[in-house]
Protein backbone atom coordinates (compact mmCIF):
# COMPACT_ATOMS: atom_id res chain seq x y z
CA UNK A 1 0.00 0.00 0.00
CA UNK A 2 2.84 2.30 1.26
CA UNK A 3 4.55 1.52 -2.27
CA UNK A 4 0.98 2.31 -4.59
CA UNK A 5 1.03 5.79 -2.43
CA UNK A 6 4.44 6.60 -3.81
CA UNK A 7 3.24 5.90 -6.96
CA UNK A 8 -0.08 7.97 -7.29
CA UNK A 9 2.26 10.73 -5.62
CA UNK A 10 4.52 10.55 -8.42
CA UNK A 11 1.85 10.50 -11.03
CA UNK A 12 0.41 13.63 -9.25
CA UNK A 13 4.04 15.60 -9.47
CA UNK A 14 4.18 14.42 -13.37
CA UNK A 15 1.15 16.50 -13.83
CA UNK A 16 2.69 19.76 -11.80
CA UNK A 17 6.16 19.04 -12.90
CA UNK A 18 6.11 18.35 -16.63
CA UNK A 19 9.60 18.62 -17.44
CA UNK A 20 10.20 16.13 -14.31
CA UNK A 21 9.08 13.68 -16.30
CA UNK A 22 11.89 12.04 -17.61
CA UNK A 23 13.03 11.47 -13.85
CA UNK A 24 9.87 10.75 -12.47
CA UNK A 25 8.99 8.12 -14.97
CA UNK A 26 12.04 6.15 -14.22
CA UNK A 27 11.10 6.65 -10.35
CA UNK A 28 8.19 5.20 -11.82
CA UNK A 29 9.46 2.40 -13.55
CA UNK A 30 11.04 1.14 -10.20
CA UNK A 31 8.06 1.46 -7.57
CA UNK A 32 5.85 -0.70 -10.13
CA UNK A 33 8.87 -3.08 -10.21
CA UNK A 34 8.57 -3.32 -7.06
CA UNK A 35 4.89 -3.40 -6.69
CA UNK A 36 4.74 -6.53 -9.27
CA UNK A 37 7.05 -8.31 -7.07
CA UNK A 38 4.95 -7.49 -3.75
CA UNK A 39 3.46 -10.94 -2.51
CA UNK A 40 -0.05 -9.23 -2.32
CA UNK A 41 -0.14 -7.60 -5.73
CA UNK A 42 0.84 -10.70 -7.46
CA UNK A 43 -1.65 -13.00 -4.98
CA UNK A 44 -4.08 -10.95 -3.59
CA UNK A 45 -6.84 -11.85 -5.72
CA UNK A 46 -6.09 -15.56 -5.63
CA UNK A 47 -5.79 -15.62 -1.80
CA UNK A 48 -8.87 -14.10 -1.82
CA UNK A 49 -10.46 -16.97 -4.20
CA UNK A 50 -8.69 -19.34 -2.12
CA UNK A 51 -10.35 -17.90 1.14
CA UNK A 52 -13.49 -17.80 -0.44
CA UNK A 53 -13.16 -21.33 -1.67
CA UNK A 54 -12.22 -22.57 2.44
CA UNK A 55 -15.01 -20.74 3.87
CA UNK A 56 -17.18 -22.24 1.79
CA UNK A 57 -15.89 -25.62 1.85
CA UNK A 58 -15.85 -25.66 5.39
CA UNK A 59 -19.74 -23.77 5.38
CA UNK A 60 -20.80 -26.91 3.64
CA UNK A 61 -19.18 -29.24 5.62
CA UNK A 62 -20.67 -27.76 8.21
CA UNK A 63 -24.48 -27.78 6.61
CA UNK A 64 -24.00 -31.72 6.01
CA UNK A 65 -22.73 -32.63 9.97
CA UNK A 66 -26.04 -31.00 10.72
CA UNK A 67 -28.03 -32.34 7.97
CA UNK A 68 -26.86 -36.06 9.50
CA UNK A 69 -28.04 -34.83 12.94
CA UNK A 70 -31.50 -33.82 11.70
CA UNK A 71 -31.43 -37.28 9.81
CA UNK A 72 -30.36 -39.10 13.03
CA UNK A 73 -33.38 -37.95 14.95
CA UNK A 74 -35.84 -38.07 11.68
CA UNK A 75 -36.40 -34.25 11.22
CA UNK A 76 -36.15 -34.43 8.04
CA UNK A 77 -37.20 -31.06 6.79
CA UNK A 78 -34.63 -29.66 8.92
CA UNK A 79 -32.26 -31.62 7.02
CA UNK A 80 -33.42 -31.01 3.84
CA UNK A 81 -32.92 -27.48 4.56
CA UNK A 82 -29.59 -27.86 5.41
CA UNK A 83 -28.95 -30.11 2.67
CA UNK A 84 -30.42 -27.69 -0.19
CA UNK A 85 -28.37 -24.97 1.46
CA UNK A 86 -25.06 -27.04 0.90
CA UNK A 87 -26.01 -27.67 -3.00
CA UNK A 88 -26.63 -23.69 -3.18
CA UNK A 89 -22.90 -23.32 -2.32
CA UNK A 90 -21.64 -25.92 -3.94
CA UNK A 91 -23.87 -27.32 -7.05
CA UNK A 92 -21.51 -29.71 -7.84
CA UNK A 93 -22.02 -31.87 -4.59
CA UNK A 94 -23.24 -34.97 -5.95
CA UNK A 95 -22.52 -36.64 -2.54
CA UNK A 96 -24.72 -34.48 -1.17
CA UNK A 97 -27.47 -34.60 -3.74
CA UNK A 98 -27.27 -38.42 -2.90
CA UNK A 99 -27.92 -37.37 0.74
CA UNK A 100 -30.72 -35.16 -0.06
CA UNK A 101 -32.07 -38.03 -2.40
CA UNK A 102 -32.57 -40.17 0.47
CA UNK A 103 -34.06 -37.11 2.83
CA UNK A 104 -36.63 -36.56 0.09
CA UNK A 105 -37.43 -40.59 0.02
CA UNK A 106 -37.93 -40.42 3.52
CA UNK A 107 -40.17 -37.72 3.20
CA UNK A 108 -42.10 -39.53 0.52
CA UNK A 109 -40.79 -36.32 -1.95
CA UNK A 110 -41.15 -39.60 -5.05
CA UNK A 111 -40.14 -37.14 -7.53
CA UNK A 112 -37.96 -34.89 -5.60
CA UNK A 113 -36.13 -38.04 -4.93
CA UNK A 114 -35.78 -39.44 -8.15
CA UNK A 115 -34.71 -36.41 -9.49
CA UNK A 116 -31.86 -36.16 -7.58
CA UNK A 117 -30.49 -39.83 -7.64
CA UNK A 118 -30.80 -39.16 -11.93
CA UNK A 119 -28.37 -35.93 -11.70
CA UNK A 120 -25.71 -37.87 -9.29
CA UNK A 121 -26.51 -40.99 -11.87
CA UNK A 122 -25.21 -38.61 -14.75
CA UNK A 123 -22.71 -36.62 -13.46
CA UNK A 124 -21.82 -38.65 -10.07
CA UNK A 125 -18.56 -40.59 -10.53
CA UNK A 126 -18.34 -44.46 -10.79
CA UNK A 127 -18.28 -45.04 -7.20
CA UNK A 128 -21.37 -42.51 -6.45
CA UNK A 129 -23.35 -44.38 -9.02
CA UNK A 130 -23.28 -47.67 -7.63
CA UNK A 131 -24.46 -46.10 -4.57
CA UNK A 132 -27.47 -44.41 -6.13
CA UNK A 133 -28.53 -47.68 -7.45
CA UNK A 134 -28.38 -49.60 -4.24
CA UNK A 135 -30.36 -46.81 -2.79
CA UNK A 136 -32.87 -45.89 -5.97
CA UNK A 137 -33.32 -49.74 -5.87
CA UNK A 138 -34.58 -49.88 -2.24
CA UNK A 139 -36.52 -46.69 -2.81
CA UNK A 140 -38.10 -47.81 -5.91
CA UNK A 141 -39.36 -51.45 -4.13
CA UNK A 142 -40.32 -49.11 -1.36
CA UNK A 143 -42.45 -47.41 -3.60
CA UNK A 144 -44.24 -50.12 -5.26
CA UNK A 145 -41.72 -50.03 -8.92
CA UNK A 146 -40.94 -53.42 -8.53
CA UNK A 147 -39.06 -53.57 -12.50
CA UNK A 148 -37.63 -50.25 -11.62
CA UNK A 149 -35.94 -51.42 -8.61
CA UNK A 150 -34.81 -54.48 -10.19
CA UNK A 151 -33.29 -53.08 -13.39
CA UNK A 152 -31.32 -50.41 -10.86
CA UNK A 153 -30.18 -54.00 -9.49
CA UNK A 154 -29.25 -55.34 -12.48
CA UNK A 155 -27.05 -52.30 -13.66
CA UNK A 156 -24.87 -53.33 -10.51
CA UNK A 157 -23.69 -56.23 -12.58
CA UNK A 158 -22.92 -59.72 -10.74
CA UNK A 159 -21.07 -59.22 -7.44
CA UNK A 160 -24.32 -58.85 -5.49
CA UNK A 161 -24.21 -58.36 -1.16
CA UNK A 162 -26.61 -60.79 0.12
CA UNK A 163 -28.80 -57.66 0.76
CA UNK A 164 -28.55 -56.85 -2.71
CA UNK A 165 -29.24 -60.60 -3.99
CA UNK A 166 -32.62 -60.56 -1.04
CA UNK A 167 -34.14 -57.41 -2.68
CA UNK A 168 -33.87 -58.42 -6.45
CA UNK A 169 -35.23 -61.91 -4.91
CA UNK A 170 -38.74 -59.94 -3.46
CA UNK A 171 -38.77 -57.90 -6.87
CA UNK A 172 -38.94 -61.08 -8.84
CA UNK A 173 -41.56 -62.23 -5.89
CA UNK A 174 -43.82 -59.47 -6.65
CA UNK A 175 -43.47 -59.94 -10.24
CA UNK A 176 -44.45 -63.59 -10.10
CA UNK A 177 -41.43 -65.07 -10.82
CA UNK A 178 -40.55 -66.74 -8.14
CA UNK A 179 -38.33 -69.77 -9.84
CA UNK A 180 -35.89 -66.95 -10.46
CA UNK A 181 -36.67 -65.66 -7.20
CA UNK A 182 -35.34 -68.46 -5.65
CA UNK A 183 -32.06 -68.48 -7.34
CA UNK A 184 -31.50 -65.10 -5.63
CA UNK A 185 -32.33 -66.14 -2.56
CA UNK A 186 -30.19 -69.28 -2.88
CA UNK A 187 -27.49 -67.10 -3.97
CA UNK A 188 -27.74 -64.78 -0.94
CA UNK A 189 -27.80 -67.73 1.53
CA UNK A 190 -24.42 -69.10 0.15
CA UNK A 191 -23.05 -65.70 1.33
CA UNK A 192 -25.58 -65.98 4.55
CA UNK A 193 -26.02 -69.37 5.45
CA UNK A 194 -28.37 -70.73 7.83
CA UNK A 195 -30.11 -66.69 8.18
CA UNK A 196 -33.77 -67.72 8.95
CA UNK A 197 -35.16 -64.68 7.15
CA UNK A 198 -34.04 -65.94 3.86
CA UNK A 199 -34.86 -69.43 4.54
CA UNK A 200 -38.41 -68.15 4.95
CA UNK A 201 -38.41 -66.31 2.18
CA UNK A 202 -37.06 -68.79 -0.16
CA UNK A 203 -39.62 -71.53 1.28
CA UNK A 204 -42.73 -69.03 0.31
CA UNK A 205 -40.92 -68.67 -3.65
CA UNK A 206 -40.67 -72.63 -3.33
CA UNK A 207 -44.23 -72.74 -2.61
CA UNK A 208 -45.43 -70.73 -5.04
CA UNK A 209 -43.69 -72.18 -7.84
CA UNK A 210 -45.33 -75.15 -6.43
CA UNK A 211 -41.97 -77.25 -5.44
CA UNK A 212 -44.37 -78.40 -1.75
CA UNK A 213 -41.27 -80.74 -0.64
CA UNK A 214 -38.92 -78.06 -0.90
CA UNK A 215 -40.49 -75.35 0.66
CA UNK A 216 -41.27 -77.78 3.67
Known sequence: ??????????????????????ILTAEMFALVG???MHPMACHGKSLTKSNTEVMTRNEVKNLIKEASKWNSIFESEKALECETKALALQP??????????????????KEAALADYEKVLKFGDAKLRNDVLVNRASFQFLSGRYKESLNDLNCLGEHLSDGQLTLKGRCLMKLGKPSQAISQFSLALKQKPGRQSLLIERADAYFLDGKYQKAI
Open 1 to 22: IQEISKYEASLLRIKKQPLAGF
Open 34 to 36: TIA
Open 92 to 109: QNYDVYLMRASTNAAMGN
